[in-house]
DNA sequence: ACTTTTTCCTGCTTAATCGCAGGTTTTTTT
DNA sequence: AAAAAAACCTGCGATTAAGCAGGAAAAAGT
């Protein structure tokens, strides 16, 4: 598969893959294979360049003490992992493991160096992911420092179920309650807790492990103080 | 003053002020004069391109839960304020106020959109500066997950310290308690208990609202388990 | 279908943080 | 220099969150 037939439009090679001056590097790039669980991108190694998922699930987690982790954002088709390291060689603080069975595009340092001096809109639709990101960022940190724990878990949630979609209520990815508070920025005893509450109050379900929203709604209402406008 | 006899080396514009395509926008900056105090942008208006600070120190926050400020970064000199909005068109949700009398360059959200079509060094440079910030802001984010309210301030105050400097100790900055805890995450109680704390354990001093590092390795030690490699 | 392992759940205890209230010091204004 | 305002400080009770431990349920493996 090549980018040309990718049809992952959010894409930013997908985007910029009909310029003459992409071309070259489009031959380079690299696909790879990747397990549920694989760790891909380790904390600490060096920068492999940039990952861009194909198809499939990914966490990108920073690791704190006592090896507890902080997942900072969930990435699905079309996004890019692995922001720095490019031009500064330096080590590259995240990691980056598979959720589901993934498949994804990789540029090395090198080449993707060689495409951000040549490729001009490249570059500024990178820059213009950056600083959404960035802004995205500092909300979590406001959240962090406002939210309540059953504010946190239900602005996870809500996340969760715009990044991944739902079938009938049911959000689109299998994660453990583990995983929920380490991006919900608490812990797994008081993300079950608050699941227990939220079924009380009817407003999820949750058979088995399987999370089911029935009242987006109703969920949102009681964090819209802290989100004036944006979705983050 | 404009761009060429300006001294602030680290400045995205200065550093690219020399080439030839940068010459019919340097022409089209304009520069401000802020009081101490003067809110010059305001949280939810359009956003008026992007702003430098040519001498003075500003703080960057996002208003929260019933006025309660989270500051996001502090700036000085030949630093960037208001990514994100040029594109877009969208509302920018931060607040700059400067921290003391400042001067600032402005360049219209249209001139910065043509800048970045333009200099592709500059965009270049632009996308390495967000890049860095998420990466900061990223580690922020599992700091306030994981730190105690104790690290939280001291990690401030090292912050502080280094963006702003000192002389024989004493950081050159006037930060209300308030603003400490703003920045740090948690409220202007803790700020001063905490510093009372560390007044006891003779590693600050604190004659009125000044404050006075005496021991900086000591401090660092304190939540070096929280920065294994990065000064942020 | 049974066993093993993992994950989920809940009650209880402990610890940390918050928020109020009232007083003191420092800074600013007149 | 005195008065007023602002900022700083501390004790205490209330609240919230975290951590432990043991059991129940679900998922995975044989």
Same mark, same amino acid.
């Given at each position: 598969?090549?980018?040309?037939?990718?049809?992952?439009?959010?894409?930013?090679?997908?985007?910029?893959?009909?310029?003459?001056?992409?071309?070259?590097?489009?031959?380079?790039?690299?696909?790879?294979?990747?397990?549920?669980?694989?760790?891909?991108?380790?904390?600490?190694?060096?920068?492999?360049?940039?990952?861009?998922?194909?198809?499939?699930?990914?966490?990108?987690?920073?690791?704190?003490?006592?090896?507890?982790?902080?997942?900072?954002?969930?990435?699905?088709?079309?996004?890019?992992?692995?922001?720095?390291?490019?031009?500064?060689?330096?080590?590259?603080?995240?990691?980056?493991?598979?959720?589901?069975?993934?498949?994804?595009?990789?540029?090395?340092?090198?080449?993707?160096?060689?495409?951000?001096?040549?490729?001009?809109?490249?570059?500024?639709?990178?820059?213009?992911?950056?600083?959404?990101?960035?802004?995205?960022?500092?909300?979590?940190?406001?959240?962090?420092?406002?939210?309540?724990?059953?504010?946190?878990?239900?602005?996870?949630?809500?996340?969760?179920?715009?990044?991944? #979609?739902?079938?009938?209520?049911?959000? /689109? *990815?299998? $994660?453990? &309650? @583990? +995983? !929920? =508070?380490?991006?919900?920025?608490?812990?797994?005893?008081?993300?079950?807790?608050?699941?227990?509450?939220?079924?009380?109050?009817?407003?999820?379900?949750?058979? #088995?492990?399987?999370?089911?929203?029935? /009242? *987006?709604? $109703?969920? &949102? @209402? +009681? !964090? =819209?103080?802290?989100?004036?406008?944006?979705?983050?």
């Amino acid at each position: 598969m090549d980018c040309f037939n990718c049809n992952n439009k959010n894409c930013i090679i997908k985007r910029n893959c009909h310029l003459e001056s992409m071309k070259p590097f489009i031959a380079k790039k690299s696909t790879l294979n990747c397990k549920k669980g694989q760790n891909f991108i380790i904390e600490g190694a060096p920068v492999h360049g940039l990952y861009f998922i194909q198809e499939g699930k990914v966490k990108v987690a920073k690791t704190g003490l006592n090896g507890k982790e902080q997942i900072v954002r969930f990435t699905t088709n079309g996004e890019t992992i692995g922001h720095r390291g490019f031009g500064a060689g330096q080590a590259y603080q995240i990691s980056a493991v598979a959720l589901q069975n993934t498949v994804l595009c990789n540029f090395s340092t090198d080449t993707m160096q060689q495409i951000l001096l040549n490729v001009p809109t490249l570059t500024y639709d990178l820059m213009t992911f950056y600083a959404e990101e960035l802004n995205r960022s500092e909300t979590k940190v406001k959240k962090f420092a406002q939210m309540t724990v059953r504010e946190k878990v239900i602005d996870a949630l809500l996340y969760i179920n715009r990044k991944y #979609g739902n079938t009938n209520g049911f959000i /689109n *990815v299998q $994660l453990s &309650r @583990k +995983e !929920i =508070s380490d991006f919900a920025g608490t812990t797994e005893e008081q993300v079950i807790r608050t699941l227990s509450g939220l079924r009380k109050d009817k407003l999820i379900e949750t058979p #088995g492990k399987r999370i089911c929203i029935k /009242n *987006v709604d $109703l969920l &949102r @209402k +009681e !964090i =819209s103080e802290h989100n004036y406008f944006i979705d983050s």
